[in-house]
């Protein structure tokens, strides 16, 4: 199970950290952050490779959003710095054991999705 939190709503140029809180997994668990923005298809935001903690960022949020994980693997984060309005969007964590480097980024590849936090800024 995957539960996300802390969306809200944000004036520009604040910032937002999101959580999921990832249970019920035994293996390791590649992990993402993906977006629907309004009336668009969901993309990839940033993930996590479980193998060695590489990551991946979308070029539009490249400077602006850092994906980290605690220590135990077991919560998700992701900074959102200096948010705009082109940000906008319904936040979904994915996580999937089986995911390889070069898929990070493909939604289709994720098993296991959370409920997804919105995110509004202003």
């Known amino acids: 199970q995957l539960v996300e939190s802390g969306g809200g709503s944000v004036q520009a140029g604040e910032s937002l950290r999101l959580s999921c809180v990832a249970s019920?997994?035994?293996?390791?668990?590649?992990m993402g952050w993906f977006r629907r923005l309004p009336g668009q298809e969901r993309e990839a935001v940033a993930a996590?490779?479980?193998?060695?903690?590489?990551?991946y960022y979308a070029d539009s949020v490249k400077g602006r959003f850092t994906i980290s994980q605690d220590g135990a693997k077991k919560t998700l984060f992701l900074k959102m710095d200096s948010l705009s309005p082109e940000d906008t969007a319904m936040y979904y964590c994915?996580?999937?054991?089986?995911?390889?480097?070069?898929?990070?980024?493909?939604?289709?590849?994720?098993?296991?999705w959370g409920q997804g936090t919105q995110v509004t800024v202003s």
């Open positions: 019920g997994y035994t293996l390791p668990m590649n």
């Open positions: 994915a996580a999937d054991p089986f995911v390889s480097r070069g898929r990070l980024t493909r939604d289709d590849v994720y098993d296991y």
């Open positions: 996590i490779y479980a193998a060695d903690g590489s990551t």
